[in-house]
């Protein structure tokens, strides 16, 4: 085939080049480069990353690939586990397409099993599953001059979540935040900036590894979530709205210690790709 389809979407603005292969086909094409010419805003179709819709049963990547398995890729090429934003995209376009029914689907990921649920009003809620808290104390993050003690949560990918005065604090977030130790973060960060406005309501900006500043973050929204939490010494089960520059989402951290995310997701456009169009 000389052509392959692909849509676009979005979770509250952080947005995704959905390329659907459900035999997997695509295994092996799908390399760094083409992901950073599809996700390059000038030259490509311009996105956060790519969402790679496999069946489960037909990817090779982990032993339970679900119902349908989401094979997610930063806009710089590198894998990551998980994207809570994604995920509800995701499962958007397996509606959309007649893929599946209206029971919650079962999607695979590399952070393993996300139960995902479509809601009456058209929002989705992904069951996001526990964080955990490797630490070391003491992390400290850097940009724009300022300094922030952080808090390292892992959502199935790592999150370092700083209290900030004001969200303008870290700058244009240009470059990646720079973080001590590096030994915390061996693998990169998605850095989150947060300010609380109410007892339950928070704002944040994120810089995501692999893709920059982006509009929203879904496993940020919850690791956010998880330090404000901590932080006003909250009891399970809590509910946090958390404003990002591309909407709000509602994160409930469940008694049973799952973080349980629900927001929008939106499919805005679709087309064909022909593989002559690829740079060299
Ligand atoms: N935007 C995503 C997270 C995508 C992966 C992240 N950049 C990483 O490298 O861990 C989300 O909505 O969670």
Same mark, same amino acid.
């Given at each position: 085939m000389s052509t392959f389809p692909w849509l676009k979407g979005h979770g509250t603005e952080n947005d995704f080049v959905i390329l659907p292969d459900?035999? *997997? !086909?695509?295994?092996?094409?799908?390399?760094?480069d083409l992901v950073r010419f599809l996700c390059d805003r000038h030259a490509g179709l311009g996105a956060d990353g790519v969402l790679r819709?496999? &069946?489960?049963?037909? &990817? !090779?990547? /982990? @032993?339970?690939? *679900?119902?349908?398995?989401?094979?997610?890729?930063?806009?710089? *090429? !590198?894998?990551? @586990?998980?994207?809570?934003?994604? /995920?509800r995209v995701f499962v958007k376009y397996l509606a959309d397409a007649g893929l599946i029914d209206d029971k919650p689907v079962r999607v695979g990921t590399r952070a393993g099993i996300k139960e995902v649920s479509q809601n009456d009003d058209g929002t989705l809620t992904v069951d996001m599953g526990e964080p955990t808290l490797p630490g070391p104390a003491g992390i400290v993050v850097e940009a724009n001059g300022h300094q922030w003690p952080a808090v390292h949560v892992d959502m199935g990918n790592p999150h370092a979540v700083a209290f900030v005065d004001n969200l303008g604090e870290p700058g244009n977030l240009c470059d990646q935040p720079t973080w001590s130790p590096t030994s915390a973060f061996p693998h990169g960060v998605n850095v989150e900036f947060v300010v609380r406005r109410d007892a339950h309501d928070v704002q944040m900006r994120v810089h995501e590894r692999g893709s920059g500043e982006t509009r929203s973050c879904g496993t940020g929204t919850c690791a956010v979530t998880v330090a404000a939490a901590r932080q006003a010494r909250d009891e399970l089960p809590v509910t946090y709205r958390v404003g990002v520059p591309g909407g709000d989402v509602s994160v409930t951290w469940r008694a049973d210690n799952h973080l349980e995310l629900t927001g929008p997701a939106v499919l805005h456009a679709r087309g064909d790709f022909d593989r002559a169009w690829l740079p060299a």
């Open positions: 459900p035999d *997997g !086909s695509l295994h092996g094409e799908l390399d760094a819709v496999i &069946q489960g049963d037909k &990817q !090779s990547y /982990v @032993e339970d690939g *679900g119902d349908w398995f989401m094979d997610y890729r930063n806009a710089d *090429g !590198s894998i990551a @586990e998980m994207c809570g934003n994604g /995920v």
